[in-house]
């Protein structure tokens, strides 16, 4: 009786471990800022503007992966887009895994002005490039970062070159800090994680 006393009570403890684990799992995942490739309809801004990623093929194979083949020399418009499920406050946006060899411009929408990453004005765009080993971390936003309120949509306009032959996998998200430029381990996300599988020919 004893025993079975003692099991009942282990079922029930790993049980409310479990539960508790699961549900901490539940919220990890729970993000308040949705990204995707392209720009939505919804959208009503810059509508003179590309809204979907070109390439030679493109394919989104899920909400969030998208595969590109392209060809060395030639440039591709490279839309994304945010939207926030709430008030959001200083948002920034880091991609990881880029390869050196591709050439990075971002768009002014406003001006219609393309600017290489490095050459961004410090008073419109903060962006923090950082090579290791053919690969870039860019950290990148306004300088007080991006602000958001429920059901807004934010389109960002880039533009690539690649310059030689290469098969890449790269990562961009979005997320919220107080503080500068961040080492990667210190940043937590808050939206989903993009990613963008390549070729380039």
């Known amino acids: 009786m004893r025993n079975i006393k003692f099991a009942a009570v282990v ?3 790993f049980s409310i471990i479990f539960t508790f684990t699961w549900g901490c799992k539940e919220t990890a995942v729970e993000k308040d800022l949705e990204m995707r490739w392209g720009i939505p309809q919804e959208f009503e801004a810059f509508e003179e503007l590309e809204r979907s990623p070109q390439g030679e093929e493109v394919e989104l194979v899920s909400e969030d992966t998208m595969e590109v083949t392209w060809k060395t020399g030639e440039s591709y418009i490279l839309p994304l887009s945010a939207t926030s499920d709430g008030e959001l406050e200083g948002v920034r ?3 990881h895994g880029i390869p050196a060899s591709l050439q990075l411009e971002w768009l002014d929408p406003w001006e219609g002005e393309w600017y290489p990453l ?3 004005p410090s ?3 903060r962006a923090d490039i950082r090579e290791e ?3 870039l971390s860019v950290f990148f936003g306004p300088p007080s970062g991006a602000d958001f309120e429920e059901g807004m949509i934010r389109g960002i306009w880039f533009r690539v070159t690649p310059t030689r032959e ?3 996998n790269f990562f961009i998200y ?3 800090e107080d ?3 961040e080492d990667p381990s210190l940043i937590t996300p808050v939206s989903n994680m993009l990613s963008l599988r390549g070729r380039v020919e």
């Open 123 to 125: 008073d419109l765009i």
């Open 174 to 176: 979005g997320y919220q």
């Open 166 to 168: 290469k098969e890449f």
């Open 93 to 95: 946006y880091y991609g």
């Open 11 to 13: 079922i029930l403890i």
């Open 133 to 135: 080993a053919g690969t």
């Open 118 to 120: 490095e050459e961004i």
């Open 179 to 181: 503080k500068e430029m």
